[in-house]
């Protein structure tokens, strides 16, 4: 035998015992698989850290994911991309997917992991606005921050709720996102804005003062946003979607562990995100804040300490709520809507690794 064929003999077992140890080992040699996650929002911000720290610290690279968070704008967007094939899996309040999945042209939907537990929703307004309940908005403007958020459907049932009619008792503007809509509030340009927990958190962290109206236990206690894909991708690609919620059920873990460095994260994947018009202290400091109070609805003591458990009985209540309030034109069955079938894969990690990970996370050695 030549010294060139020994030598390519030696390179072959060389790569088959790599292949090997690989495949003992639960990883692969073959390029991670590339998924484009789409998110309800312009900015990716600390609100979403179990995202940002999942493909920062790697857990969707653990999983043979190469995955691309990408911000689109609202929920509504989000729905429909998938449901279209735009996108492969997202992150979606509700409002629009479940209204999408009536008949007889349904949406092609179906949740498969929870993350918030109550409704994201808020109504705000000045704090000397002479407004104390969503019914007195009747004749009013309410701002929203594009036509495509899930503000839009939540806000007509909340004023249906409050015996106001949502086709000619309230006018929904778009008034864009941060200060451009507390300034749209102030100015009086509308009179009211519905906007998510994480943007009148921040609305608050960067100084900006406004009132919130009383929405209800009924409807604060609904369930809200989820990852959702296409029926088929559910089906076909169970072991890529489980990959996917575990990753970010590891980045939620973590963000609860130690919130600053789940911000500091964010900021670092998405730097549009962090606020340059305050000191690094201060920014950090609201960025916290935002970060703790979305990781709050995170989790329900239903659970038990599932993460991402569909709880049949709310799910159940939120179809209500939407056909009572006109949302919804028929009931829809829950196994269309969702599956808690990953849930058991999908929480098969150590939580308690994750944590110390967490704990030992030293932001100052972020580049």
Known sequence: ???????????????????????????????????KVLMPAKIVNEAFSPFSVAKYMGYFKDEGLDVDLVAVGGSNEVALAVSSGSGDVGLASPGQ??????????????????ANYRSIWTVTVKPDSPF???????GKKIGIAAMGSAATNFGKALASEAGL????????????????????????????LIFSSQETTK?????????????GEGFASLPDVGLLARRETVADKAKMLTGIARAV?????????????????????????????????????????VNEKRMEIWSSPKTKGVIGLFVDEDWKRLVDYMKANGILKEDIPLDRIYTNALIPEINNFDKDKVRAQAKAFDIATMK
Do not use: H
């Open 249 to 289: 059920a590891k980045g939620y873990v973590f963000s609860v562990a130690n919130p600053a460095a789940a911000v500091k994260i964010s900021w670092k994947l998405f730097p549009e995100a962090e606020p340059k018009n305050i000191s690094p202290e201060q920014a950090l400091k609201g960025g916290i804040m």
């Open 132 to 138: 104390k309940s969503v019914k007195d908005l009747k």
């Open 165 to 192: 009619n949502p086709a000619t008792d309230v006018t929904f503007i778009a008034v864009g996102s941060g200060a451009q809509a507390v300034g749209a509030l102030n100015n009086d340009a509308v009179d009211a």
């Open 97 to 114: 997917a479940l209204a999408g999945m009536q008949a007889p042209q349904a949406l092609n939907l179906k949740y498969f992991f929870e």
């Open 203 to 215: 609305f608050e962290a960067n100084g900006f003062k406004i009132r919130y109206l009383d929405i």
């Open 1 to 35: 035998m030549s010294k060139s064929q020994n030598a390519n003999g030696t390179v072959r077992a060389l790569v088959l015992a790599a292949g090997l140890l690989g495949l003992l080992m639960g990883t692969s040699s073959a390029e991670d698989i590339k998924v």
